[in-house]
């Protein structure tokens, strides 16, 4: 068990307050057990960080716990030469009360299309592809297919439909969301909403009418497709070719793709009320990934994601050149140079990363190449509404993570939105 773990634990006791008994024997060894896991907890924490700012860091994780309203946070700060926090809080299922741990696994929505994106450069390394391919060479039957580019579908700018805003899909995935999605049926919803005109978006916003290459729209249809490239240039599953390519090398033995609804123990359960005519919150553990195939499908932990965000923000793995593209930026409306988006992954504000959104789960990571360091988030629900606004939870808790961190490291702010979150499945 962790120190983090144990922190949870023994706090979870504390807040139940369960011993309310006559004082005896017992109860004061146990008490002082509990303690010792307390300082213990805070000790490791502290060992570089000042004990103002560990305090601050325990004080706004607790209160954004409160806020969002979530079962269970998982979240950690880590500058080398600075300081080390780590935090568990709340619990991972709510009828049993077992506590959030840092050892659950979860699943981890868009986060899932920088892995996507880091086979298609890796597969570009061993000359199998390039990024300037039109699409047409490996799937037919898309609209512009000759004139999109492997690239515009890694950086979203193909002008291509995203099928989760599609109203009828969106029905058919909350009215049976345990039934399996096959990939080509992803990309033809995708497909059908481009052939029909602009993509759909939901009442209020502009349409997003563009050809490739001159604006940038947020499309899960795109890294669809780069899994479907996947799977038609390496004669593989993307499972296999995922495993081969990126979680051995990395030793990334907790992260896999799923081959069903179940997550491997142990798992933290997902809360949410998409779906729900009532806002009711439902568990939706065990929903099909297969509606999220290479866009937010994988699942992992926070030692894994926290290993991954510095593999993704250092362009491990690939070659120098094929790193320089992985960060190209699309520099393109509605981007901005404070909040633009490159290969499958997201710059804001000197931060790269992405967020992940799964009905029931959220996740963030975030690293900085200029001093390595990282911030992982992990939400056991998946949205929240503050100030009648629905923004991901794990949002919340990381911009004050980072507001507090720049005080012992030039670290900059994360924005209250940022363009690689994902277009969850709201109705």
Known sequence: ?????????????????????????????????????????????????????????DQVSEESFELIGAPGILVGLYVPGVGTWERSIGVSNIETGEPMVFSVHTRIGSITKTFTTQIILMLLDRGLLSLDDPISM???GIPNGDSITIRNLGNMTSGLASYTFNPTFQSDLFSD??????????????????????PFKPIGLPPNCFQAGSSWFYSNTNTVILGLIIEKVTGQTY??????LVLDPLGLDETSHPIDNA????????????GSPDDSIQDSTSWSPTEAFAVGDIISTFGDLRRWARALGTGELLSDETRAERFKTANLPPLSPE???????GLTNGWWGHSGVIPGFNSLILYRTDIGATIVVIV?????????????????IANRIVDIAAR?????????????????LDE
């Open 177 to 198: 969301p345990e039934e399996p999605w096959l990939p080509e049926e992803l990309l033809q919803i995708g497909v059908a909403d481009t052939n029909a005109g602009c």
């Open 263 to 274: 997550l491997p123990l142990p798992f933290t359960h997902g809360y949410t009320t998409q």
């Open 339 to 345: 909040r633009n988006y490159a290969f499958g992954v």
């Open 1 to 57: 068990m962790t120190k983090g773990e144990q922190c949870t634990i023994a706090t979870l006791i504390m807040k139940k307050r369960i011993f309310k008994n006559k004082i005896n024997l017992i109860f004061v060894f146990f008490l002082y057990a509990i303690v010792i896991a307390l300082y213990a907890c805070d000790s490791n924490n502290n060992s570089e960080f000042s004990t103002g700012i560990i305090n601050e860091l």
């Open 138 to 140: 490996y799937i037919e």
């Open 239 to 244: 499972q296999e070719t995922l495993k081969e």
């Open 408 to 424: 012992e490291a030039p670290l900059g702010k994360v924005p209250d939105e940022v363009p690689w979150e994902d277009d969850s």
């Open 380 to 396: 056991n629900n998946d949205d929240v509404v503050l100030d009648g606004k629905r923004t991901g939870p794990v949002f919340v």
